[in-house]
Protein backbone atom coordinates (compact mmCIF):
# COMPACT_ATOMS: atom_id res chain seq x y z
CA UNK A 1 0.00 0.00 0.00
CA UNK A 2 1.39 3.49 -0.81
CA UNK A 3 1.94 6.22 1.60
CA UNK A 4 -0.51 8.06 0.73
CA UNK A 5 -3.04 5.59 0.61
CA UNK A 6 -1.98 4.72 4.37
CA UNK A 7 -2.35 8.22 5.32
CA UNK A 8 -6.26 8.87 3.73
CA UNK A 9 -7.10 5.20 5.39
CA UNK A 10 -5.56 6.84 8.87
CA UNK A 11 -7.06 10.08 8.07
CA UNK A 12 -10.77 8.55 7.17
CA UNK A 13 -10.45 6.21 10.31
CA UNK A 14 -9.54 9.79 12.49
CA UNK A 15 -12.57 11.33 11.25
CA UNK A 16 -14.79 7.86 12.07
CA UNK A 17 -13.67 7.60 15.75
CA UNK A 18 -14.08 11.82 15.99
CA UNK A 19 -17.70 10.81 14.89
CA UNK A 20 -18.01 8.25 17.15
CA UNK A 21 -17.18 10.36 20.36
CA UNK A 22 -20.18 12.50 18.68
CA UNK A 23 -23.11 9.79 18.49
CA UNK A 24 -25.49 10.34 21.28
CA UNK A 25 -27.14 7.66 23.37
CA UNK A 26 -30.72 7.77 21.69
CA UNK A 27 -31.58 4.65 19.55
CA UNK A 28 -31.00 6.37 16.57
CA UNK A 29 -27.45 7.44 17.66
CA UNK A 30 -26.95 3.62 18.93
CA UNK A 31 -27.63 2.79 15.02
CA UNK A 32 -25.20 5.04 13.72
CA UNK A 33 -22.50 4.23 16.32
CA UNK A 34 -23.14 0.41 14.76
CA UNK A 35 -22.73 2.03 11.54
CA UNK A 36 -19.89 3.97 12.14
CA UNK A 37 -18.21 1.11 14.01
CA UNK A 38 -19.21 -1.01 10.86
CA UNK A 39 -17.21 1.54 8.76
CA UNK A 40 -13.91 1.78 10.84
CA UNK A 41 -13.67 -2.05 11.33
CA UNK A 42 -13.46 -2.06 7.42
CA UNK A 43 -10.64 0.72 7.58
CA UNK A 44 -8.90 -1.22 10.03
CA UNK A 45 -8.57 -4.09 8.12
CA UNK A 46 -6.41 -1.78 5.57
CA UNK A 47 -4.25 -0.85 8.55
CA UNK A 48 -2.88 -4.19 9.63
CA UNK A 49 -0.57 -6.14 8.13
CA UNK A 50 -1.52 -8.96 5.87
CA UNK A 51 -1.69 -9.90 2.30
CA UNK A 52 -5.18 -8.61 2.50
CA UNK A 53 -4.41 -5.02 3.38
CA UNK A 54 -4.26 -3.29 -0.08
CA UNK A 55 -7.54 -1.77 -1.02
CA UNK A 56 -5.96 -1.94 -4.77
CA UNK A 57 -5.21 -5.60 -4.69
CA UNK A 58 -8.46 -6.48 -3.01
CA UNK A 59 -10.32 -4.30 -5.69
CA UNK A 60 -8.80 -6.57 -8.09
CA UNK A 61 -10.06 -9.56 -6.51
CA UNK A 62 -13.47 -8.18 -5.94
CA UNK A 63 -13.50 -7.05 -9.93
CA UNK A 64 -12.58 -10.85 -10.48
CA UNK A 65 -14.99 -12.48 -8.91
CA UNK A 66 -17.74 -10.09 -10.41
CA UNK A 67 -16.38 -11.41 -14.17
CA UNK A 68 -17.02 -14.92 -12.57
CA UNK A 69 -20.45 -14.04 -11.89
CA UNK A 70 -20.80 -12.32 -15.17
CA UNK A 71 -19.59 -15.53 -16.69
CA UNK A 72 -21.52 -17.68 -14.49
CA UNK A 73 -24.84 -15.66 -15.44
CA UNK A 74 -24.67 -15.94 -19.17
CA UNK A 75 -23.54 -19.60 -18.91
CA UNK A 76 -26.36 -20.39 -17.21
CA UNK A 77 -28.82 -18.05 -19.21
CA UNK A 78 -27.21 -19.55 -22.74
CA UNK A 79 -27.47 -23.07 -21.43
CA UNK A 80 -30.62 -23.29 -19.38
CA UNK A 81 -28.59 -25.69 -16.68
CA UNK A 82 -29.53 -25.43 -13.05
CA UNK A 83 -26.86 -24.16 -10.72
CA UNK A 84 -25.35 -25.94 -7.89
CA UNK A 85 -25.39 -24.69 -4.49
CA UNK A 86 -21.95 -23.17 -4.84
CA UNK A 87 -22.76 -21.54 -7.88
CA UNK A 88 -25.88 -19.95 -6.48
CA UNK A 89 -24.16 -18.67 -3.24
CA UNK A 90 -21.77 -17.38 -5.78
CA UNK A 91 -24.24 -15.08 -7.46
CA UNK A 92 -25.81 -14.23 -4.51
CA UNK A 93 -23.12 -12.39 -3.27
CA UNK A 94 -23.02 -9.99 -5.95
CA UNK A 95 -24.47 -7.30 -4.43
CA UNK A 96 -22.44 -7.58 -1.31
CA UNK A 97 -19.22 -7.68 -3.59
CA UNK A 98 -21.26 -4.42 -5.65
CA UNK A 99 -20.67 -2.74 -2.58
CA UNK A 100 -17.20 -4.22 -1.80
CA UNK A 101 -16.14 -2.32 -5.12
CA UNK A 102 -17.73 1.35 -4.34
CA UNK A 103 -16.28 1.24 -0.86
CA UNK A 104 -12.95 0.50 -2.63
CA UNK A 105 -13.55 2.88 -5.34
CA UNK A 106 -14.34 5.64 -3.21
CA UNK A 107 -11.24 5.17 -0.85
CA UNK A 108 -8.85 4.72 -3.79
CA UNK A 109 -10.38 8.10 -5.27
CA UNK A 110 -10.12 10.09 -1.65
CA UNK A 111 -6.34 8.89 -1.74
CA UNK A 112 -6.04 10.26 -5.04
CA UNK A 113 -4.53 6.27 -6.41
CA UNK A 114 -5.12 5.87 -10.33
CA UNK A 115 -7.70 2.81 -10.54
CA UNK A 116 -5.58 0.96 -12.67
CA UNK A 117 -7.89 -2.35 -11.82
CA UNK A 118 -10.69 -1.55 -13.92
Known amino acids: MTQRLREEVGRQADALKAQLRDVDAS ?14 EYLGAFQGAGGDSDPSKKLK ?15 SSATGTALNEEQRAKLASKPALDAEIGKLVALLAAAGVEDATS
Request: aromatic share 0%; glycine share 4%.
Open 27 to 40: PAGEAKHAELASQL
Open 61 to 75: ACRKKMRQIADLEAK
